[in-house]
């Protein structure tokens, strides 16, 4: 059974720094490509940084490029976000997910939310 455990997010002042961390079981980075995903109030969901061991490669949202970094542990199978310089429009409930092989794959495992409040 695929589970999805995300942690980390808080209230924080804009330009400080936060990190989310995503501890996963029932599957492997060989076959799964994870990802961290977010949502604000009225808007959709969105894909903020990926990785996948398939493709060989991370991909970043341009809204995040330079101030996020997703690292991860084939291992543990974990994934963490660390997020400086965060802005009040980074607010949202971040989740992280996988999904088969790549990151553009439709089909997606979400894990629970955590809720990232940057204040001005």
């Known amino acids: 059974e695929v589970q999805l455990q995300a942690s980390g997010g808080g209230l924080v002042q804009a330009g400080g720094s936060l990190k989310l961390s995503c501890a996963g079981s029932g599957f492997t980075f060989d076959d799964y490509a994870i990802g961290w995903f977010r949502q604000a109030p009225g808007k959709a969901r969105e894909q903020v940084s990926c990785?996948?061991?398939?493709?060989?490669?991370?991909r970043d949202a341009d809204s995040v490029k330079g101030r996020f970094r997703m690292s991860y542990d084939d291992a543990k199978i974990t994934t963490d976000l660390q997020m400086d310089s965060l802005q009040p429009e980074d607010t949202a409930v971040y989740y992280c997910a996988i999904m088969k092989y790549y990151c553009s794959a439709y089909h997606k495992y979400w894990g629970q939310g955590t809720q990232v409040t940057v204040s001005s």
């Open positions: 990785f996948s061991k398939s493709a060989g490669s991370t």
